[in-house]
């Protein structure tokens, strides 16, 4: 047994409870309109480290596992009929874009949106929805209708007030979770979603699955215990050789 | 587990307030012009241990994901849903609903005026149009003490009929408001409404223009609780508020394990 065995298991029990973490916020995010759960997959790592070792060097160090990452799972939330104009929701990758408070470009799924007393379309801060060119939208009504293309038509007007369109990321890992609903990405990553539909009256539910986070939690609970008996294992051993090395009589 | 003992607390916390809409709604259901609210949520702040996108190596190699924690829930905005309510008839001459987006404009004891959807109005000993509360209308309409009946049509004009005069008589006309965003008005109670910086100023106007609406006589406007939807909503609360509190149970077990870890 080598001395730093216990720390391999310590940082076991640390990646499960970064994982706790990460349960305990998709949970609690459960109700939150357009939320996307995260998923923190640490074991890869193990059985990647594990597999190095076999094929390479067997005699290598133990490696420690430490989390890779946070994932976020980006498959569709169900949408929810809401009876509420300005409810819109992406159905497909898209994200709606609205202009964040420091003039940048942000994305949600949160189609929650509002009418600012000036008729401009915002989101539940009153943040700016943008349009597909980029600029704030005014309808001016809370009487908003969509067509399949994404135009906003208001009544007692003709033609189309703006057009809204969803944005994905050519590469979803780039995309940073802002808290408030927000996702930031650099610009360059995001491009026109042509195969999501916009529709209005309707939210997106969060695509959380209670069940199989309850599951994960019980699964890591009893890791989590198996790395502290693991830990405490460790530790007897070592005190039960150092008595017997203290007096090597008995 | 610290992290996730108060991120499940959050979570807790807003199903509560989720629970306390809905049974405001509830109690409402009843209620003449009353508007159900809905609370909506939103992802705290997050931890970010590694940014997406991050340079990972002196060769320039990007980590492909990031690895951020996210601090739970909070609520966004309960708000007003200003759909229209189910009109009842009543059959009474003083019972007023209004057809579309409009609200009925109040006088309050204060001065100030507020903004209601209830058209339950009675005449007061000065002859003018009150609320149940003694609230008068803003238009001035003063009915006649020997009028025998009052007449609204749909365009809020208020005619009367009077004993020796043959046909009416008109004595006003009910206005009404609208705003840019009414679900940016604040709920006051007594089923009254005030103009706020968010629901953009009050716009005047008569019955029938502008999207105001008609005034239908002899009814009233239901809430527009749907009580289906408000239970489904009150079980999905409920078992949100449970794996939740299992959550926080789960993170306080493990928090034990490592305290026993020292003997």
Redesign the interface.
Known sequence: MQEGSIYTALSG?LA???R??????N???????G?KA?R?DFEGVLSQAQANRAARQPDAPLTFPV??????DYSQGTLQE???A?DFAVEGEGFFRVRAEDGGLAYTR?G?F??????RLND??GRAVLDDQGSPIRP????VTLNRDGQIFV??RQGPVARIAAFRAQ?P?????????LYRS?PANMAEAEDSEIRGGHLERANVN?ME??VT??DL?RR??AM?KA??TI?ETFSESGQRLASPGQ | MDRAMWTAASGMKAQQTRVDVISNNLSNVNTTGFKESRADFQDQMYQTQRLPGATSSAAGTQVPTGSQIGLGVSTASVSPLFEQGNLESTGNNLDVAIEGRGFFQIQTPGGETAYTRAGTLEIDDQGRLVTPDGNPLLSGITIPPDATSVNISQDGTVDVQQPGTTGTTTVGQIQLATFTNPAGLEARGSNLFMETGASGPAQQGLPGANGAGTLQQGYLENSNVSVVNEMTSMIAAQRAYEVNSKAISTADEMLQMANNLKR
């Open positions: 029990a499960l409870s970064r706790m973490d990460s349960v305990s916020n949970l609690a995010n459960a109700n939150t309109t939320y995260d923190l989390m890779q990452g946070t994932e976020t809401t009876r509420r300005l949160d929650h509002q009418l600012g007393s000036d008729g539940s801060e001016g009504s809370d009487q009544p007692d590469d890992g780039l995309m940073e979770k802002q808290g408030d609903n650099q209670t986070e309850m939690m019980m609970q989590y215990q502290t830990m405490r530790d």
